[in-house]
């Protein structure tokens, strides 16, 4: 099984920061992409950013220039900072990876999802 964690959410105000964490775990041979996506409620889930395995990165307009996404390898974490933040981000994120195991073709595991509430 492939494990995957974030962490990092919490209430902010608007124009503050936050730096989120995910830690993908388990029986991993491989890693495609690792990134985040956000889920507001009532809305679908969105793509905010994905970091791939050859270090390609990609942003949803709404948070371009004020996030950005890393990654290590080894460990494979991903990390989201979020500057600037506006009550629009308010969402659960949730971690994405796109793995492959020892026994099976890459597919896509979720986080548990990380609370972030931009408010005053």
């Known amino acids: 099984q492939v494990q995957v964690v974030e962490s990092g959410g919490g209430l902010v105000q608007p124009g503050g920061s936050l730096r989120l964490s995910c830690a993908a775990s388990?029986?991993?041979?491989?890693?495609?992409?690792m990134g985040w996506y956000r889920q507001a409620p009532g809305k679908e889930r969105e793509l905010v950013a994905t970091?791939?395995?050859?270090?390609?990165?990609n942003y949803a307009d709404s948070v371009k220039g004020r996030f950005t996404i890393s990654r290590d390898n080894a460990p494979n974490t991903v990390y989201l900072q979020m500057n600037s933040l506006k009550p629009e981000d308010t969402a659960v994120y949730y971690c994405?990876?796109?793995?492959?195991?020892?026994?099976?073709?890459?597919?896509?595991?979720w986080g548990q999802g990380t609370q972030v509430t931009v408010s005053s």
């Open positions: 970091f791939t395995s050859d270090s390609n990165t």
């Open positions: 994405n990876v796109v793995a492959s195991t020892e026994w099976g073709i890459p597919r896509h595991y």
């Open positions: 388990g029986s991993i041979f491989s890693i495609n992409t």
